[in-house]
């Protein structure tokens, strides 16, 4: 194995060594709150404390004052929304003030909410650490307020030429301090975005996604919507679910527009750039002339789409549809396959039945067909009732593939596979080879499969892993890419987008080490298992390696391209987006951020002739 390190801004070397992760200690200022790994090094990082006290639980660790020295940089405003007003009834507490009856209703649900599910409920409990701010939020992991664009930013090396556009990331950022159970994945939706031209880094920006949930609760000024997976586990998840119903009754919350935090996928698409999460519809960002983005609104494709859209969408290089699940954890379907073509216009749904509500975070497409996994991580409200969490592992269910042709009319053209304790919360990629009836799928299989939502004293492994489907004796074999000597965590990356759903020789993964901080990325040899490995250095960790094929001019190889990535130095406190080479995997410039940019998840580029063609 091949290691390269990022040394300093203008050059690399090889080297092999460990890693050490700084400490992080929580700081705090007025009614901002931060936690920042040093108290220079976070000096944007915001979290709003609700306008109202609550009574934290004792697991929540309260943050100590901050020396008067360090500043604590105050959001930015929203940018104005161009060519779009708010609907009449896109939130009641936006657009109208609460009547007599109202205001006693919000004092009374009020007291219960602190009498009842925060003191009697919650705080007897001490929380895990899934669900604990102290742990989910601290360090890098802190949320920043948002950065209108900061122009000319400065290069070390030569970015190439032919990267124009913009790179755009999201990520996790909570507006409000959570004042009960909080998993890095319950944070409202930030994108950060990065404008490149001719060689030249001429802007960054950052800003939040405006959800109707985020709008509300800005008016209300505390946070009001129920967190998925931080705070609905047990009795106190139903009593929030009944008072976040109760509150929706009285008009004092407005759900009908989307509970959706729109954090973790980006695509674009038809002229759209979406950010998504599965919870919810996706959401249109605008990245306007000056480099800084506005959020268009809520996108239903024109009245077309009716549901939620998981956060991976996948978009065919050859045909330009984009193809979708859907996946309800109430009622059946409980899973829904679509496409949209290049236009926008949508398919009919096809239904998928399955036995019971099921996590299906991404999925896999081919040159012809779709491939769903059906995995052991599953939703069982009842299991709140009995004081646990609703995302269970069922040890006894038997994990499956199911391919389906793309456009077929109905689930009876689905041929599942079994593929036994296999649980892949990412796929890379999947091909088709006609010689043996296989479909080929490349992912990270994951153990145990519900760390990250369960508290679990194992290690978690994410292998990446090789599974071939048999589509006509229905048998599946799967193989680690990587030998033993070489296995690392490989989690969130990407293969060429340009041959997504074809045969792929390289993947371009994170090296998730020491989990959840990613330490580097690697490049895969998905044939041979060879993993040449770009560290980022002690002390500096970064998050999704992006992909950004060479365009005009024939490219050279698979890998002709180069690799974007946001990169925070703990203890410079500084943040910086490599470029580098996909090809030989040496760093090609650094361009230095004007502020911290925290872990977050996915992310796209943006070319410049997509940007001109926004909607």
């Not at 970064?542 to 180069?562: I, N």
Request: hydrophobic share 40%.
């Amino acid at each position: 194995m091949q290691a390269l390190t990022a040394k300093s801004p203008a050059s690399t070397s090889i080297h092999r060594g460990g890693l050490a992760a700084a400490a992080a200690r929580p700081t705090a200022r007025g009614s901002s709150l931060r936690f920042a790994p040093r108290a220079a090094a976070a000096a944007n990082s915001v979290l709003s404390a609700p306008t109202t006290t609550a009574v934290r639980p004792p697991a929540y660790v309260p943050p100590k004052p901050a020396s008067s020295a360090a500043p604590i940089a105050r959001p930015a405003p929203a940018p104005a929304r161009r060519g779009r007003k708010p609907a009449a009834d896109e939130g009641a507490a936006e657009n109208k003030g609460f009547n007599f009856l109202q205001r006693a209703a919000a004092a009374a649900l009020d007291a219960f909410e602190e009498g009842v599910i925060t003191n009697l409920l919650e705080k007897p409990h001490a929380l895990p650490k899934t669900a604990d701010p102290a742990v989910q939020i601290a360090g890098n992991f802190a949320p920043v307020g948002e950065q209108p664009p900061v122009r000319a930013l400065p290069v070390s090396g030569r970015i190439p030429p032919f990267i124009n556009g913009v790179y755009a990331r999201n990520g996790a950022n909570p507006h409000f301090q959570p004042t009960a159970g909080h998993h890095l994945f319950d944070g409202d939706g930030m994108v950060h975005a990065v404008h490149i031209r001719n060689g030249a880094a001429e802007s960054y920006a950052c800003r939040f996604t405006e959800t109707a949930r985020l709008r509300q609760e800005r008016a209300l000024g505390r946070p009001v919507f129920p967190k998925a997976i931080g705070e609905l586990h047990g009795h106190s998840g139903i009593a929030r679910l009944a008072l976040f119903y109760a509150r929706g009754l009285c008009g004092l919350v407005d759900p009908t527009h989307g509970t959706g935090v729109a954090n973790a996928g980006l695509v674009y698409f038809n002229g759209r750039l979406l950010a998504m999460s599965e919870d919810d519809l996706p959401y249109q960002v605008r990245v306007t002339d000056d480099g800084d983005l506005e959020t268009v609104g809520r996108y239903d494709f024109d009245g077309q789409l009716g549901c939620a859209m998981i956060a991976h969408p996948k978009l065919d290089p050859a045909s330009g549809e984009l193809f979708a699940l859907n996946y309800d954890v109430i009622k059946k379907p409980y899973l829904k396959y679509f496409y949209f073509k290049p236009d926008g216009s949508k398919s009919e749904d096809v239904e998928i039945e399955l036995e019971q509500p099921t996590m299906i975070h991404d999925f896999a497409i081919t040159e012809n067909f779709v491939v769903v996994p059906d995995h052991q991580v599953v939703f069982k409200l009842a299991e709140m009732f009995r004081g646990g969490s609703p995302v269970v592992l069922d040890k006894e269910k038997t994990s499956r593939f199911g391919v389906l042709p793309k456009y077929a009319k109905d689930s009876s053209e689905m041929v599942w596979v079994d593929v036994p304790d296999c649980f892949c919360f990412h796929l890379w990629n999947a091909w088709e080879e006609p010689e043996s009836d296989e479909v080929v799928v490349i992912g990270s299989c994951m153990t145990p499969a519900d760390s990250i939502f369960n508290e679990s004293d194992d290690r978690l492994e994410s292998v990446l892993t090789e599974i071939r489907l048999n589509t006509r004796t229905g048998e599946s074999t799967r193989r680690a890419i990587l030998p033993p000597s070489s296995q690392v965590n490989l989690e969130v990356g990407m293969v060429n987008r340009n041959m997504l759903g074809r045969k792929t020789r390289y993947a371009y993964l994170a090296v998730a080490e020491p989990w959840p901080k990613v330490s580097g990325f690697a490049k895969v040899d998905l044939a041979t298992g060879e993993l040449t490995k770009f560290d980022y250095g002690e002390g500096r960790f970064g998050g999704e390696p992006c992909f950004v094929p060479t365009e005009g001019a024939r490219a050279r190889g698979e890998d002709d391209g180069y690799i974007l990535s946001f990169v925070h130095d703990e203890r410079a406190g500084t943040s910086e987006l490599l470029v580098v080479n996909a090809a030989d995997m040496r760093l090609e410039a650094t361009v230095q951020l004007p502020s911290r940019v925290p872990y977050g998840f996915h992310g796209t580029f943006i070319g410049s002739r997509e940007l001109q063609a926004q909607a």
